[in-house]
């Protein structure tokens, strides 16, 4: 008898798996590495920013006291007595009636309040010495970068757990941070079983297809920031599978394997679990596709495993392993992020199970438009290719039309969410 398997809500699930959810250990690396990585420590401004007062723009800089007389029909005269480029300092103090010739980015000089462009100035040489006159008024503290004024000391400035993007790493950089301490990345491992499965250079023979699920999983475990360890694609061999996979996980934090999942004939991960004596989490989800998705806990390893089918096993990946990736990198963030979208076609297949429909976002004079993209079937593998969202149809209902509301994952964010969004989910 074939055993019939009690379907677990999705909530459920992922609720399950979260329990063994680890935070994995920090590593330091070069701050060009850090990109796309996750801060494992706070990034705190340990001088201000800027360090000193500063002019924001190329000019003169002045002691506005000079300029209360200043009007179009009475230019004030200004002796110009040194002139400074950003990097350096000038070693004079400003008097009655004198300027300083100052470049964008340069320190203020001593005795100067206000910096007047370039452009309102007129510029003249008497006697050998240079002069420049204005004709108007300015107040102390006119175009000054006042230092501190970005940033004061010790302000924390981006929280640990944070993904590391382009602005943070210049802050990084300008706080001196030559190594950054980032979560080190999970080993995921991948084992692809399939006697129907010929390698990507191999060309098509009858009853066979080309492995794709593993190079797909590679490439999510890798856009979600872990790091993946091939170990190979496997015949529906009992035997082979189950040394493939005990070896496996000896080496790896997560283990993921894809097909042979299912109640077939040939499906061997079930007997692989048992044999190991690994805790079955569950072995089915009220969802689709994926509703073959399999969770056991081995020794306090998780092992996913995703289905065959490239749809199940790509939306599987990103309920399910995502969020326990991006825990273990120290991610504030581990959830996909969630929101509200305008369903762009109709959807009228029946859901009596929550469907996780793969779909494409976009935008339509300030709307958010979620649309759904290629076949809606499990098996199907192009469709793929277009999705960035899913969009969430919970069971129970009977279809959805254009215009709709509906929820919708975003799964090419990198930021993710610290809301479990499956929590409003049956
Ligand atoms: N009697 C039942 N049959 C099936 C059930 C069920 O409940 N009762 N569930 C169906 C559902 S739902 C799914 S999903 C699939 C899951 O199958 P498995 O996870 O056991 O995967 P396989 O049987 O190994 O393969 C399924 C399908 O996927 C193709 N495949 C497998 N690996 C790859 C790969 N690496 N790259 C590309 N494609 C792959 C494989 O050729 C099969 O076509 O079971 C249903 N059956
Ligand atoms: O697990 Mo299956 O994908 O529900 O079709
Ligand atoms: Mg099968």
Redesign the pocket.
């Known amino acids: 008898m074939?055993e019939k398997r009690k379907p677990l809500a999705v909530k459920e699930a992922i609720n399950q798996i979260l329990k063994f959810s680890i935070k994995g250990t920090s590593e330091y690396v070069s701050l060009q590495d850090s990109d796309g990585r996750y801060l494992a420590e706070d990034l705190i401004a340990d001088h201000h920013v800027p360090p000193f007062d500063r002019s924001p723009y190329d000019g003169f800089a002045i002691r506005s006291v000079d300029t209360t007389e200043a009007s179009s029909e009475n230019p004030v005269e200004f002796e110009v007595i040194d002139e400074i480029g950003a990097g350096a300092v000038s070693n004079f103090t400003l008097r009655k009636n004198q300027a300083i010739r100052i470049m964008t980015g340069a320190q203020i000089p001593s005795g100067c309040d206000a910096i007047v462009m370039l452009e309102l100035t007129k510029v003249y040489k008497k006697n050998e010495k240079m002069f420049m006159s204005i004709k108007r008024r300015f107040s102390s503290g006119d175009n000054i970068s006042f230092k501190g004024e970005d940033t004061k000391k010790g302000t924390i400035l981006v929280k640990k757990g944070t993904y590391i993007t382009p602005g943070i790493i210049a802050l990084l950089a300008t706080f001196g941070y030559s190594k950054v301490a980032v979560g080190k990345k999970p080993k995921i491992g991948i084992i692809?079983?399939?006697s129907?499965?010929l390698e990507i250079d191999e060309p098509l023979v009858p009853g066979k297809?080309?492995?794709?699920?593993?190079y797909m999983i590679e490439s999510q475990v890798k856009r979600c920031g872990a790091e993946p360890v091939f170990f190979g694609?496997l015949v529906?061999d009992l035997n082979t599978c189950y040394e493939a996979v005990k070896q496996a996980l000896e080496e790896v934090d997560f283990l993921i394997t894809?097909?042979?999942?299912?109640?077939?004939d040939?499906?061997y991960l079930p007997e692989i679990y048992q044999l190991l004596g690994a805790n079955v989490l569950f072995n089915k989800v009220a969802m689709r596709?994926?509703?073959?998705t399999t969770v056991a806990e081995y020794n306090g390893k998780l092992l996913f495993g995703?289905?065959?089918?490239?749809s199940?096993c790509y939306v599987g990946f990103e309920l399910f392993v995502r969020p326990i990736v991006r825990t273990f990198l120290h991610s504030n963030y581990p959830h996909l992020q969630k929101t509200k979208a305008v369903l762009g076609k109709d959807f009228l297949k029946p859901n009596p199970f929550t469907r996780f429909v793969r779909g494409r976002m976009s935008f339509s004079d300030g709307t958010l438009i979620a649309t759904p993209v290629g076949l809606d079937k499990?098996?199907v593998?192009t469709s793929l290719a277009d999705a960035n969202i899913f969009i969430v149809l919970p069971g129970g209902t009977r279809g959805y039309q254009a215009g709709d509301l509906v929820e919708i994952l975003m799964i090419e964010d990198q930021i993710g969410s610290d809301i479990p969004w499956a929590e409003s989910f049956k």
């Open positions: 074939i692809a079983t399939g129907e499965l297809i080309r492995n794709s699920n593993s694609k529906d894809t097909g042979g999942v299912s109640v077939g040939y499906d596709p994926g509703s073959v995703l289905s065959g089918n490239p199940a499990s098996n593998v």
